[in-house]
């Protein structure tokens, strides 16, 4: 049986992130926000980490706008 997938997005200004994930890999994902958070060179700050974070750890929560981030 293949794994259900996944997918969560963030459009931010011309930024684009599309992440595509399995339940078991929801760990790693959250990992590789905080890099990408962490890294100068990519657009996604802590503010964005932190709300795709809560996303994937909660994904029956209505979104209530708070990927808004201008």
């Given at each position: 049986m293949r794994p259900e997938l996944?997918?969560?997005a963030l459009f931010k200004g011309t930024?684009?992130?599309i992440f595509v994930y399995d339940?078991?890999?929801r760990d790693d994902l959250v990992d590789?926000?905080?890099?990408?958070a962490a890294d100068p060179?990519?657009?996604l700050n802590w503010f964005d980490a932190a709300v795709l974070t809560e996303r994937v750890r909660n994904p029956a929560a209505e979104p209530?706008?708070?990927?808004v981030d201008e």
């Open positions: 996944n997918v969560l930024g684009r992130f339940d078991d890999s590789d926000f905080r890099h990408k060179a990519v657009a209530d706008g708070a990927l």
